[in-house]
């Protein structure tokens, strides 16, 4: 709308006062119904208006000048008609020149997308206020070992105590956890995303329930079923009812009353839906050997983060006694919401919008080189308006309206582009960047990159307009033809840019093939198992309605067999751990042999026996675990080859006899066979030692699918669900996804950094060569006659070829060197992402000079061979 | 002083102002409406359009405002005068004896045969 305000401002005064108000009117009129059409109508509306804009002021000022055809238009005009009449003179001359304007937009446009798209990627994360008051305020305090600064563990209650009492530190304290359980009675079934809370969180952020009330300490020690929702809950699930407040609902069978209704935007901590007392006992808080209180502060008036880690540590201290291992050697840890919650992905996300600069820069060069060329070639123009009484400032003024008129245009071009291409990056986009799915080009975003390209278009075209208005008012311009390639600034500012943009675009592309082979290089890591064509889902079994071993194992057998009917359906298997899927458990065993018990902390996970053909790992030694693995049968268990290597100093593993400590009365387990490796959560991490027990001889509550189809996976997510709600209807099945994603989730970061990043460097590349091809085409054709003549002269077209690709490639050889020097310092930013690849990697720095160099060459070539086999007597005879 | 040939953007708004006073919006909107969408008059040459005809007096501003429910009292309503009736009845005549005349060419017959 501004900026509507702002066009009009082309008009000439008088028709802008009289029609000014009113044209905006209409505008805004039909702004909010294309806002409501939808983002293309809205694009239509900028770009026809704009146009209109323009072209309409143009002709008005064109008839009042021949109404007032007295009035000298060099002096009498105000500001506005001189812009006016330069933006005029500047659409006539891109007309004139439809090639190098087009080449120009496209430049301004890509450069400008890029810097649009990533600003408005990074800026809901990185400049948006949290959604609560002073959250500088705010901060998650942590657990930690002196040796190890960035390590951060949960609290201990009675470190949490401790700290609470620690005067003058917090103005409010709150430890909490997660929760997830099963929402029923509202919908489908469905799994919360719970924060269990000391009701001391909200003072904490600073929020109030909208309606109802939060929770208070009363009901925290009375353990009452009191719950806080969510407005996206509310929304989503309750139909936005007015009259939730009261209301009870089912949470894994029981009944909760919904207290309170938080504002909109409020999700913290973790994006929960839901707030439920935290209760936390006096036995609790003397408790030392459990850690896991999340906690968040809100610092006292005027305290540091600094002298609150200095207090707090000194708290911790005082709970430390030489006989016992407690506190040892633990500080804490103070960080402000903000970093704590955005620190770990900041560095990565400035250095793209820094990558998105230097394609902006690069663009900038490009257009530049596009004014110097226009510019030498309109040496005569300039020579002839400055000799009828042009001052050099209305020379240099109309070339920098000319860069600005081509700045905006392809700017607003560019936002377009941006508009269109944001989603898709929302959708590479990792788990951390929140609200992902709603990222879009905001106002804000707009604003910013407009003002950006105006200042790129000023930047870029000040230093070639000033060039070339020096000279262009020198006494003999008319020889201008003769030194046809420009001044000698002029030629040295046409190489300084294409090396800027040679070095530039090498040191984005070098950046991104070392990204590249580190990605390969982790994504050909061996996971040990097979993901493709696998379903994966969720079952979780209440306490409540599944309080006894034997009905929860049916529950899963059956599951596991009815699935397996179903056609399409391969083979099924059921785990309490699947990898890559962020479920893990551990527990104590002891190895039951000859000396005395060794306890060993082992992952394990309970499985149906056909785990291992679902997910086709391979059985080394032994056997695989059977269905006549029941209770009644002598208990075992199968181990990986990783445990197997682990202990090799117990002896044989096959018949090797384990307890497990955590359930003292169980009987031993037998290790039976041992299978290969799989990785569990990530490309990166080695597999460790693993236990797999039978479903048979355990009764776990919770378990995922492992459904392998023969077409594709998510096609059979009714089959599964109707086997499910056969079995029993109260039960959700969640998280149904393919295993195909989980295994991608694990390297999203990864890809995202990747693909935008190759992204940019694509189009660093691009446009330098681009450039590159532009500047050397077009010094070719001001050469054309020198070119004749040579070949006149008896020089074969090789030679002169060679003499042009030569000169063609010197800047690009300075700009080479330039860009390996900066790639090879450079190169330590890229080190934390990088995977077994060194960050000066040479095989991808020198892939990419190499892809460089050839790209860049066959643009030099490209001219040069045409220009070599112009006709002499053709060319000669011209003039 | 009528101008010689109207443009198709006055005939528009000469025939949208047909109806009954309107203002701006109101005015793209009927023409809209009318050419299923194929002319949107952006605000630039509309104005353009309207100061061209308020000052050849084939439109005045107009002081009658619509029921007071419907007023939108910020805007200014626009009304044809006679001679703009006069001017738009001339033009849609002379437009029409074009194209009955070109209908009539040999050259278009053997087309629409063809």
């Known amino acids: ?133 002073e959250p500088d305020r705010v901060v998650l305090v942590y657990e930690g070992v002196k040796a190890k600064p960035s390590d951060r563990y949960v609290a201990n209650p009675s470190n949490f105590d401790a700290w609470e009492r620690t005067p003058g ?44 009330r939060s929770f208070t300490e009363a009901e925290a020690a009375a353990r009452a079923r009191v719950i806080v929702i969510s407005h996206a809950l509310w929304r989503d699930r309750f139909g936005a009812d007015p009259g939730v407040i009261g209301r ?23 994006q929960a839906q839901a707030w439920v007392p935290l209760t936390v006992t006096q036995a609790d808080r003397q408790n030392r050997n459990s850690w896991f209180l999340q906690t968040v502060g809100r610092l006292a008036p005027g305290q540091t983060t600094e002298a609150a880690t200095r207090a707090l540590t000194t708290a911790m201290e005082a709970l430390a006694s030489p006989t016992s291992r407690f506190n040892r050697d633990r500080v804490a840890r103070v960080v402000t919401w903000q970093d704590g919650e955005v620190s770990y992905v900041r560095s990565g996300l400035w250095m793209l919008q820094t990558m998105a600069l230097i394609v902006l820069v690069i663009a900038g060069a490009n257009l530049a080189n596009l004014l110097l060329a226009q510019a030498t070639g309109r ?59 709603e990222l879009q080009v905001a106002w804000t975003d707009v604003a910013v990159s ?129 990898p890559f899927t962020w479920w893990e458990f551990m527990t104590d065993f002891s190895v039951l042999g000859d000396g005395p018990a060794k306890s060993v902390d082992t992952a394990f996970r309970v499985v149906s026996p056909s785990y291992f053909d679902t997910l086709q790992v391979p059985l080394l030694q032994g056997r695989l675990l059977a269905d006549t693995d029941t209770s009644a049968a002598p208990y075992v268990a199968v181990v990986n080859d990783a445990f197997a290597r682990k202990h090799a100093a117990f002896g044989r593993i096959i018949g090797a006899r384990l307890r497990d400590n955590d359930e003292p009365n169980s009987p031993p387990i037998t290790i039976v066979g041992i299978v290969g490796d799989t990785r569990h959560r990530s490309f990166e991490r080695p597999a460790q030692a693993e236990l797999y027990l039978p479903l048979g001889q355990h009764a776990p509550v919770f378990m995922t699918l492992a459904v392998r189809t023969l077409g594709r996976p998510l096609d059979l997510a009714p089959q599964v669900r109707s086997s499910l709600r056969a079995l029993d209807p109260t039960l959700p099945l969640n998280e149904v996804k393919t295993l195909d994603f989980w295994v991608g989730a694990a390297v999203a970061e990864e890809r995202f950094y990747l693909t935008l990043l190759g992204v940019l460097a694509s189009l660093a590349v691009l446009l330098a ?53 900066a790639v090879l310092v450079g190169a330590r930013i890229l080190e934390d992402q990088l995977f077994q690849t060194g960050a000066r990697d040479p095989i991808a720095i020198l892939a990419a000079t190499a892809i460089l160099f050839g790209t860049a060459a066959i643009a030099c070539w490209l001219p040069a061979r045409r220009a070599s086999r112009v006709n002499p007597a053709i060319v000669l005879r011209q003039d | 002083m009528p101008p010689a040939s109207l443009t198709p953007v006055a005939l528009q708004i000469l025939i949208a102002l047909g109806d009954g006073d309107l203002h701006g919006y109101a005015i793209t909107a009927d023409i809209a409406e009318r050419t299923s969408g194929q002319l949107v008059i952006q605000p630039g040459n509309l104005y353009r359009t309207l100061r061209t005809l308020l000052d050849s007096g084939l439109i005045v501003e107009s002081d009658r405002r619509p029921a007071a429910d419907l007023d939108d009292e910020r805007r200014r309503y626009y009304r044809i005068t006679p001679s703009g009736r006069k001017a738009a009845h001339e033009e849609i005549e002379r437009l029409d004896t074009i194209v009955r005349q070109a209908r009539r060419s040999p050259w278009l017959k053997s087309r629409n045969r063809g």
Not at chain 1, 67 to 85: D, I, Y
Not at chain 1, 797 to 807: E, F, N, S, T, W
Request: with cysteine; glycine share 8%.
């Open chain 1, 450 to 578: 407009l003002g950006l390209a105006i200042v790129a278009g000023l930047f870029f075209s000040v230093l070639p307009a000033v060039l070339c208005v020096r000279r262009a008012t020198r006494p003999v311009p008319v020889a201008a033809s003769y030194t046809a390639t420009g001044t000698r600034a002029e030629r040295l500012m046409r190489s300084g840019l294409i090396t800027c943009q040679v070095a530039l675009a090498l040191m984005l592309l070098g950046g991104a093939a070392v990204l590249v082979k580190s990605f390969v290089k982790l994504t050909s890591q061996p996971i040990g198992f097979s993901p493709d064509h696998i379903l994966t889902a969720e079952v979780a079994l209440p306490r409540k309605s599944y309080p006894d071993a034997e009905p929860r194992r049916a529950l899963f057998t059956s599951l596991v067999r009815d699935v397996g009917t179903q056609p399409g359906v391969r083979s099924v298997a059921a785990t309490t751990a699947l």
């Open chain 1, 169 to 212: 530190v917090f103005s409010a304290l709150a430890g909490h956890s997660g929760w997830q359980a099963t929402l029923t009675g509202a919908g489908d079934p469905v799994r919360l995303r719970m924060t269990t809370a000391m009701p001391a969180i909200f003072e904490v952020f600073g929020v109030r329930p909208v309606r109802g």
């Open chain 1, 248 to 270: 009870l609902i089912t949470i894994d069978g029981n009944p909760w009353e919904v207290i309170g209704l938080m504002p909109k935007e409020f999700d913290a901590p973790f």
């Open chain 1, 769 to 821: 060569v681009v450039g590159n091809y532009g500047v050397t085409a077009y010094v070719m054709r001001l050469r054309t006659r020198e070119i004749g003549i040579r070949l006149a002269l008896g020089a074969t077209v090789p030679r002169v070829a060679g003499l042009v690709v030569r000169q063609g490639l010197l800047p690009v050889v300075a700009g080479v060197v330039i860009g390996l020097g």
């Open chain 1, 1 to 133: 709308m501004f900026l509507y305000r702002w066009l009009l401002k082309l008009y000439p005064t008088a028709f802008r006062r009289r029609f000014g108000q009113d044209m905006l009117e209409v505008f805004s009129d039909r702004w909010r119904l294309a806002r409501r059409a939808g983002p293309w109508q809205t694009a239509r509306l900028i770009v026809a208006s704009t146009t209109d804009a323009i072209v309409h002021a143009v002709a008005e000022h064109r008839l009042q000048r021949h109404s007032h055809a007295s009035t000298s238009r060099l002096s009498g005009g105000t500001p506005v008609s001189f812009l006016a009449h330069d933006v005029r003179y500047a659409i006539r001359m891109f007309r004139a020149r439809p090639a190098l304007t087009a080449a120009a937009l496209v430049t301004m446009a890509l450069g400008i997308a890029a810097n649009t798209a990533v600003f408005a990627v990074i800026r809901p994360l990185l400049l948006t206020p949290p959604p609560f008051p």
């Open chain 1, 379 to 437: 040496t005569r123009e300039f020579a002839l308006r400055s000799a009828i009484g042009a001052s050099r400032a209305q020379i240099v003024r109309q070339l920098v309206t000319e860069a600005l008129v081509l700045a905006a245009v392809g700017g607003a071009l560019g936002i377009l582009i941006a508009v269109w291409t944001v989603p898709a990056i929302a959708g590479l986009a990792p788990d951390w960047l929140p609200r992902a799915s």
